[in-house]
């Protein structure tokens, strides 16, 4: 059963919802909805794999007159593993550029190693790859992050 909460920090208005998912012809299941609150509005769609992932869309709308801040808080519960495991995980080699000198950075993989590799019992089990950032400090952002 996977859940969804959002709600607004410092004001009581909070909406979740405990669904059961849809399964997808992939293996992975899929859950949406739109939910309200007093000061928010949020549409939302998930899809979730039960290696355990979770991915989705979330558009939060803020209806009230000031500045809110919202938590989001998606769980998935997961069978727990046999013993013995150990369970880890590593970051690959990476590199950040600001090629277009905007402040948006961009973090890439470096060859066929992943941004971070998730690891059970030091098999590889999850990785995640590249994704963009906005970076702090200016346009013209390079160079490259390495595990040594």
Do not use: K
Request: net charge negative; with cysteine.
């Amino acid at each position: 059963m996977v859940t969804v909460d959002i709600s607004s920090v410092g004001i009581y208005d909070v909406y979740h919802i405990e669904g059961e998912t849809t399964p997808n012809p992939d293996g992975t299941f899929g859950l949406g909805g739109i939910g309200y609150g007093t000061n928010f509005n949020c549409d939302w769609s998930i899809t979730v794999n039960p290696d355990p992932s979770i991915t989705g869309t979330f558009n939060l709308t803020n209806l009230s007159t000031s500045t809110q801040t919202f938590i989001l808080t998606v769980t998935l519960p997961i069978a727990p593993l046999s013993a013995p495991t150990r369970m880890g995980g590593f970051f690959g080699d990476v590199t950040y550029t600001d090629a277009n000198s905007d402040s948006s950075v961009t973090l890439a993989t470096v060859a066929a190693n992943p941004f971070y590799r998730a690891l059970i019992d030091a098999l590889g089990v999850q990785d995640l790859g590249s994704f963009t950032v906005t970076a702090f400090g200016g346009p013209g952002v390079f160079g490259t992050v390495s595990r040594e």
